[in-house]
């Protein structure tokens, strides 16, 4: 085998190794915080319940003991006692889920003391259950569905292991680049595939550290926000109302950052599926979109007909990112002129403009200016339209607007104007 095959082969190894393991800690970090969240909320309805007054198993009195909530805003909760005789005193013709009652729930409820966590199924859902002895009384089984962590647990596999066969194939990539195919590389030559492939892997880390970071606050947001949907029982319509809009919000908001990961781990890959783009048509769909969701501005779009070869759905992802940070950086009722002239489409706002010291790191990933803190994003709007750019041959670039305050954001683009094709 070749020096230069050994050494694309090797890098690739140790990428790929050091990815993996990044994304497993990555991975287990983030189940252990939302199945901790299940375990606390396990732990202080099992303390509320023991606090209740005593019941007669025989008699199967229950009434004055906690009830549990059907159906709760994130997950389904179950509630069961075991005697000491390991049977369970519900009433005959209950139409409540049973919880299965193995042997170390009998010894528990033998001798009225202990506990211990079990992951197991309840009418079919995948729950985690807490049986905790009660002195005089045997056992109690209380469990909550895990459906919603496993569905977070699995998107975030998925975005984690595309990382990781990017990473590594990108990796591999820079091996073949830089190890020159002579038999003997000179020491300069060495240390600099070494010094790009440890860029590389930098790279790789940062991003799987930021998006355990990112995603966390989401996830533990919705599950806060779902919590107190679940205990609502005695709120009013009203603001139960507010409090599911903002889980349909969150949720959405998280989506929206699994996407700009997802698009952030393609890299500057062309799209192989491309075709010619009317980017004047692009830009005319944006502004409306643009206005559906920030009516309070006046969008404004001068666009002359262009065509540039490449993918619809990035392109149009660039505009709207383009448009979205105007508009979030725009006071109520100020103006956004949106160009296109030469293949060179202008954003320009009126807000308070780009600090100084933030704009060598506008196109940074998960950077948040001065004047974005406070306000809703993830950072990664602008990083996504300069990997589009670049993608595409093209290049953006974001300065203080010359004539008063805002912003003038240039995206410029190979494109030819309509006319030139049809002649």
Known sequence: MSLRRRVTLMSALVVGATLVLASGVCYFVMRGELRGQIDDSLREQAVQVARAPRFDPANGDLRRLPQPQRRTGASQAYFQFVTPAGTNPRPPGSNEPSLPITAETKAIAKRESGRAWTDTTADGVHVRMLTVGLPARGALQLARSLSSVDRALSRLKIVLAFLTIFGTGFAALLARIFSRPVAAPTEQELADSQGALADSLAAQRQLVADASHELRTPVTSLRTNAEMLRDASHVPDEERRLIAGEVVEQAEELTDLIGDLI????????????????????????????????????FRLDAEPAVVEGSPERLARAINNLLDNAAKHSPAGAV??????????????????????????????????ANSRGRPGSGLGLAIVKQVAEAHGGTITLDRAPDGPGTVARLALPAVPVEALTT
Do not use: K
């Not at 807000?351 to 704009?359: K, R, T, V």
């Open 263 to 298: 698009d952030l781990a393609r890299g500057n890959v062309p799209d192989p599926n491309v075709e010619d783009v009317r980017l004047d048509a692009l830009a005319y769909e944006s502004v409306q979109r643009a206005r559906r969701h920030a009516p309070q501005l006046d």
């Open 336 to 369: 956004v002129e949106v160009g296109l002239r030469d293949g060179v489409l202008t954003v320009r706002d009126h807000g308070p403009g780009i600090d100084p010291e933030d704009l060598p790191h506008v196109f940074d990933r998960f950077h948040r200016g």
